[in-house]
């Protein structure tokens, strides 16, 4: 298999001639590559690398399944950068160098629609990777069950403010308001925190999903309420809890004095949990999400139907119901961080335990 990055930034003419740019395979999709076009070829399409997950976990896992199953097979691979239109480009140079399915995470789910129709215009099966497309012919969704995980973040918090949160004020930080998984996950949260009794006293949509956004939504919160008001932060993933933090230890706040969530299950989330910076984050079986996707998609291109036993959901998308593989996220904490992405082998101790977290390891049975 051969691995193949790019995102070609060509005039329109170019594309219509069909002449794609080669560059260097330097993971951030900005450049494409060429190749001899043996074996079937498939399109992974991811939409950003400030979330650490889809460069270190996402893409390989994908490409070692592909590998696997179809050595012959060619994933061109590209990374959007958090830009919809690069990522226009980056599927239509992947419809003209001619892969037969689109693996799409979309950066922005409602422009995405523009590329579906682009795919299907030529025949090409796509599937929905992670965030879903609406209003739009695609073929399969493959993703977590994402109300449940705003739920779950939710419910987390409120464990973490003790037997009586009723009263006490929060702040929530949601995902990127152009992704429909951020709006699950808001879901899910309201339908905990609402009838909790605690005072969501701000909220905020983050665009991108940008830890530094977090950071100031953080520092507008604390200077409006004080910072002795605040009783936890509900963040709809690692990243921005990392902004959250880094706002709250600005203004003198101790982070281990207040529950916040985080989502994604990153190395400093969980370093952060060891210390008592963060409470929790969602373990999302990352892998397993790659690995089944990459078997649609093998099949996909192959013209046949994924192995039946892999769909468990249709998800109504506003255009169909969508033959769907949904997993099960999991809250960790300190004390199931060694039950959870350790014992799955997500990650070696090694990478958890290093300098100032080692003592914080060992103490939580890791190592």
Not at 12 to 31: E, K, S
Not at 70 to 77: F, H, L, Q, R
Not at 153 to 158: D, K, R
Not at 221 to 242: C, E, F, Q
Request: glycine residues 10%; hydrophobic residues 40%; charged residues 25%.
């Amino acid at each position: 298999m051969r691995t193949e990055t790019f995102a070609c930034a060509l005039a329109a003419a170019i594309l219509a001639a069909g002449v794609i740019a080669c560059g260097d395979d330097d993971g951030d999709g900005g450049d494409g590559g060429g190749g001899d076009g043996g074996g079937k070829q498939i399109a992974l399409l991811l939409p950003e690398t400030k979330t650490a997950r889809y460069e270190a976990h996402d893409r390989p896992a994908f490409e070692a399944e592909v590998e696997r199953l179809c050595p012959e097979c060619e994933v061109i691979y590209a990374n959007a950068s958090q830009d919809a239109n690069k990522q226009q480009t980056q599927a239509e140079a992947a419809i003209t160098k001619g892969a037969e399915v689109l693996v799409l995470d979309a950066v922005d789910a409602e422009s995405a629609t523009v590329m579906v129709e682009r795919a299907k215009q030529s025949d090409i099966p796509v599937l929905a990777y992670d965030r879903l497309i609406s209003d739009a012919d695609i073929d399969y969704y493959v993703s977590f069950d994402n109300v449940r995980q705003g739920r779950l973040q939710a419910g987390s918090l409120l464990d973490g403010l003790g037997s009586k949160p009723a009263g006490e004020s929060i702040v929530m930080i949601n995902g990127s308001p152009t992704d429909p998984s951020a709006g699950d996950y808001k879901q899910g949260a309201h339908e905990v925190l609402d009838k909790s009794g605690v005072e969501i006293a701000r909220e905020y949509d983050t665009p991108d999903w940008s830890p530094d956004k977090a950071q100031l939504e953080m520092e507008q919160a604390i200077t409006a309420l004080g910072k002795d008001k605040l009783a936890g932060v509900y963040s709809a993933n690692d990243g921005m809890a990392g902004g959250a933090i880094a706002a709250l230890k600005s203004a003198g706040v101790d982070p281990s004095s207040i529950p916040i969530t985080g989502g994604d299950a990153e190395v400093a989330a969980l370093q952060r949990i060891l210390i008592g910076e963060q409470y929790s984050t969602i373990y999302l079986t990352i892998r397993k999400q790659a690995q089944v996707s990459a078997e649609i998609a093998v099949a996909a291109a192959k013209g046949a139907d994924p192995p039946g036993q892999l769909l468990n959901a249709k998800v109504d998308n506003g255009s169909g119901e969508v033959p769907s593989v949904l997993l099960t996220p999991v809250v960790v904490t300190k004390e199931n961080i060694a039950d959870t992405v350790i014992e799955d082998g997500f990650y070696e101790p090694s990478e958890i335990c290093s300098g100032e977290f080692a003592k914080a390891c060992t103490d939580a049975g890791i190592g």
